[in-house]
């Protein structure tokens, strides 16, 4: 079956651009995250939604960065004036509920550059 | 505070057994997980513990004792396609279900 998908797959923008990333979770998953990741790190989170609100936005490094899911199912992560530091994997992931044991899938990410 | 901890870099050779170590500290706890991480690719799902104890999953185990923050992953009859990134994550109690991820540890299998 489909897995978490992640487009563009890589976005090369320059400083000071505004960008946008899509993910689209598994079919049926209510819940929705997004990480970072840099070189040699482990995954660093950014927003979880459960359903169409956003229920931990804790990560968001400042309010350069705001994702939305109007629709319960696909979600944007939109970064405004872009600066090189913002440049990562940003990774997806959705799961079919919450709670301990609920596994998180993770899509392919976007690799962003921000020259 | 909330932090995790795990060794760099791993080497083993092809058949053998390797252990990978992870510490953790949380004032809530509510579960710990292992991903395995090809370069370039997504993570992917290994295991899952909970509750103190040794959970086995064909090649791979995972341990966990909640007292100590200590975690470890075993991987037995190591193939080479077992090189990669091993990430261990928890989850805070509390209603919280982001992961909060170690650094990784990088495993190299040799023939």
């Known amino acids: 079956g489909a897995g978490v998908s992640q487009t563009p797959s890589n976005k090369v923008t320059e400083k000071g651009k505004y960008v946008e990333l899509r993910c689209d979770p598994i079919?049926?998953?209510?819940?929705l995250y997004w990480y970072r990741q840099s070189l040699g790190q482990g995954p660093e989170f950014l927003i979880y939604?459960?359903?169409?609100?956003?229920?931990?936005d804790s990560g968001l490094p400042n309010d350069r960065f705001f994702a939305v899911r109007p629709e319960g199912s696909v979600s944007t992560l939109k970064i405004q004036r872009t600066e090189r530091g913002d440049s990562a994997v940003y990774l997806c992931?959705?799961?079919?509920?919450?709670?301990?044991?609920?596994?998180?899938?993770f899509g392919p990410g976007t690799r962003l550059t921000v020259t | 505070g909330q932090n995790i901890d795990q060794p760099t870099e791993m080497t083993a050779t092809e058949g053998a057994i390797v252990q990978i170590n992870c510490t953790y500290q949380?004032?809530?706890?509510?579960?710990l997980f292992w991903y395995q991480q090809h370069a370039g690719e997504a993570p992917t799902f290994l295991s899952y513990?909970?509750?103190?104890g040794l959970e086995e999953k064909g090649r791979f185990s995972s341990f966990l004792s909640r007292s100590k923050g200590y975690s470890y992953l075993l991987l037995k009859e190591l193939q080479m396609k077992d090189s990669a990134s091993y990430l261990c994550a928890f989850k805070a109690s509390g209603g919280y279900n982001k992961l909060i991820f170690g650094a990784g540890t990088r495993l190299a299998v040799h023939p």
């Open positions: 949380t004032s809530g706890f509510n579960g």
């Open positions: 939604f459960q359903g169409t609100g956003a229920a931990d």
């Open positions: 992931a959705s799961s079919v509920g919450t709670g301990g044991s609920y596994e998180q899938y």
């Open positions: 079919s049926g998953h209510t819940a």
């Open positions: 513990n909970v509750l103190d």
